[in-house]
């Protein structure tokens, strides 16, 4: 079993619509869930990370954990055309070793 | 703003060759690892390293596969024999400190194998 799902879409949206990203994991030992984003031919880049269960917010931006269903989600606000990226959950499991989902491709259309 | 550097930006070798992909860690970080992303498919993790020795490493990171920390500045990655499959882009990425959960990533190396 994958320790990480995520529909790898692709989910293109008008700008100024809410972007909602999910994914799912396997182990209920896991306490840290992050969200990467990855521009094209670039790094992953921390977004943001949650631990336990519970929404975090940053700007435009808003993480949520439902450990009693093993789901993640990450909801971007009023999308702007810069918000284009693949969005990557990730876990990290022994030494902050990073299991990624397959990533998200977003589409922000102006 | 400090950041995680890697060299070559891509390299092509033929198949058999042996190739080295060269990071240079944020300066006071002191875990790094190798993660790579065949085209199309997910980032993977290789092997994390600590204290000048691999603390774990995946199913992928067989014999073929070696890292090293020659100076105390620059981390490698070397690949023997490499094989067409070796293709993809691989990202280091290093982390401050145990508490830290925060790991930055290079622009990443795209190796081709030919």
């Known amino acids: 079993q994958k320790e990480v799902e995520q529909d790898p879409g692709p989910l293109s949206v008008p700008e100024g619509a809410i972007v909602s990203l999910n994914c799912t994991y396997s182990n209920s030992a896991f306490q840290y869930f992050m969200w990467y984003r990855q521009y094209s031919r670039k790094g992953p880049e921390l977004l943001m990370y949650t631990y336990s269960s519970g929404n975090k917010e940053d700007g435009r931006f808003t993480a949520q954990v439902d450990k009693s269903s093993k789901y993640i989600s990450l909801f971007i606000r009023d999308s702007q055309p810069s918000d284009s990226a693949t969005y990557l959950c990730?876990?990290?499991?022994?030494?902050?070793?990073?299991?990624f989902g397959a990533g998200t491709t977003v589409t922000v259309r102006a | 703003e400090p950041e995680v550097t890697q060299t070559p930006s891509h390299q092509v070798t033929q198949m058999g060759q042996e190739v080295i992909l060269r990071c240079v860690p944020i300066s006071n970080h002191l875990y790094f690892y190798w993660y790579r992303q065949i085209l199309g498919q997910k980032v993977e993790f290789l092997v994390s390293f600590y204290n000048n020795e691999i603390s774990e490493k995946s199913e992928i990171f067989d014999d073929q596969f070696s890292v090293e920390r020659p100076d105390g500045s620059n981390f490698t990655l070397k690949i023997r024999s490499t094989k067409l499959e070796d293709s993809a882009m691989y990202f280091c990425?290093?982390?401050?400190?145990?508490?830290?959960?925060?790991?930055?990533f290079g622009q990443g190396t795209r190796l081709t194998v030919v």
């Open positions: 990425a290093s982390r401050a400190d145990t508490g830290n959960t925060e790991a930055f």
């Open positions: 990730a876990v990290p499991s022994n030494d902050y070793k990073l299991s």
